[in-house]
């Protein structure tokens, strides 16, 4: 099973005093904290996995959902869909008209999920732009003091 196909952590209520301890030891160190093996051997944390553990148990200890995918992984319409948040139909949409890369598996399409969240963060800028700049209309005919005196 991949991790896609499992359900996101999340912390319960009981470990979050401990996810708390733990992010702030995290967030006091310098450098890497050491793991304690079962022969007493210390293994220092490599930097690439020390910055992956001070995100999951930051998230984690403030009641976030935690799921790990690598960025090759490739993912399924209905996969792809779900981390849009929009109908698979829309997502195919979005492949034929080229918004979205992807490649055939036999008559499967499949998604990397890399070119997924280039996808997710270019609409999400575009997004925030176009909300930017209706609000900067909005104040210059005047109509965000009207809504804001009623």
């Given at each position: 099973?991949?991790?896609?196909?499992?359900?996101?952590?999340?912390?319960?209520?009981?470990?979050?005093?401990?996810?708390?301890?733990?992010?702030?030891?995290?967030?006091?160190?310098?450098?890497?904290?050491?793991?304690?093996g079962p022969h007493e051997e210390e293994i220092e944390f490599p930097p690439s996995l020390f910055y992956?553990?001070?995100?999951?148990?930051?998230?984690?200890?403030?009641?976030?959902?935690?799921?790990?995918?690598?960025?090759?992984?490739?993912?399924?319409?209905q996969e792809a869909a779900d981390i849009l948040n929009v109908s698979r139909p829309h997502l195919v949409k979005l492949l034929e008209r080229g918004d979205i890369p992807f490649m055939k598996v036999g008559t499967h399409r499949r998604i990397r999920f890399s070119d997924l969240l280039d996808y997710k963060q270019q609409r999400d800028r575009k997004r925030r732009s176009s909300l930017a700049d209706l609000t900067q209309l909005s104040q210059e005919l005047g109509l965000y003091e009207q809504q804001q005196q009623t």
């Amino acid at each position: 099973m991949t991790a896609i196909e499992r359900e996101p952590i999340v912390a319960p209520e009981s470990e979050r005093s401990a996810l708390n301890k733990i992010e702030g030891v995290f967030e006091s160190e310098q450098h890497a904290p050491k793991l304690i093996g079962p022969h007493e051997e210390e293994i220092e944390f490599p930097p690439s996995l020390f910055y992956v553990l001070r995100q999951v148990v930051h998230h984690l200890a403030h009641g976030q959902a935690v799921t790990i995918v690598p960025l090759n992984k490739e993912l399924t319409t209905q996969e792809a869909a779900d981390i849009l948040n929009v109908s698979r139909p829309h997502l195919v949409k979005l492949l034929e008209r080229g918004d979205i890369p992807f490649m055939k598996v036999g008559t499967h399409r499949r998604i990397r999920f890399s070119d997924l969240l280039d996808y997710k963060q270019q609409r999400d800028r575009k997004r925030r732009s176009s909300l930017a700049d209706l609000t900067q209309l909005s104040q210059e005919l005047g109509l965000y003091e009207q809504q804001q005196q009623t």
